[in-house]
């Protein structure tokens, strides 16, 4: 199995910028596609972004596109989420996940999960 960490978390005002890093340990995440989720309090988890084996390709949800990005160094064993022009509606927990499938927004899809990071927005 593969244990993810993330870290990266915290309180920033609107309009800044986060990084978020997932460290994983246990196998190479090489072999699986990488996610990242979030999910608000009273809210069911949503997807944020996703990047295939290699990293040559990528997805994310609409309410991101073109403020974050999601990247993978699978040398590193790592997988970062780069947010830009942070809005209080991406106040989330951020979870970094692993999957077997293609780059899918589907949670189902994903085997393995991180605890968690707290990404606060302020106005």
């Known amino acids: 199995q593969v244990q993810l960490v993330e870290s990266g978390g915290g309180l920033v005002q609107a309009g800044g910028s986060l990084r978020l890093s997932c460290a994983a340990s246990?196998?190479?995440?090489?072999?699986?596609?990488m996610g990242w989720f979030r999910q608000a309090p009273g809210k069911e988890r949503e997807f944020v972004a996703a990047?295939?084996?290699?990293?040559?390709?990528?997805y994310s949800a609409d309410s991101v596109q073109g403020r974050f990005t999601i990247s993978r160094d699978n040398a590193k064993n790592t997988v970062d989420l780069q947010m830009n022009s942070l809005k209080p509606e991406d106040t989330a927990v951020y979870y970094c996940?692993?999957?077997?499938?293609?780059?899918?927004?589907?949670?189902?899809?994903?085997?393995?999960w991180g605890q968690g990071t707290q990404v606060t927005v302020s106005s």
């Open positions: 246990g196998r190479t995440i090489s072999t699986y596609v």
């Open positions: 996940a692993a999957g077997r499938g293609v780059v899918h927004s589907g949670p189902s899809l994903y085997d393995y």
């Open positions: 990047i295939s084996r290699s990293g040559g390709s990528t």
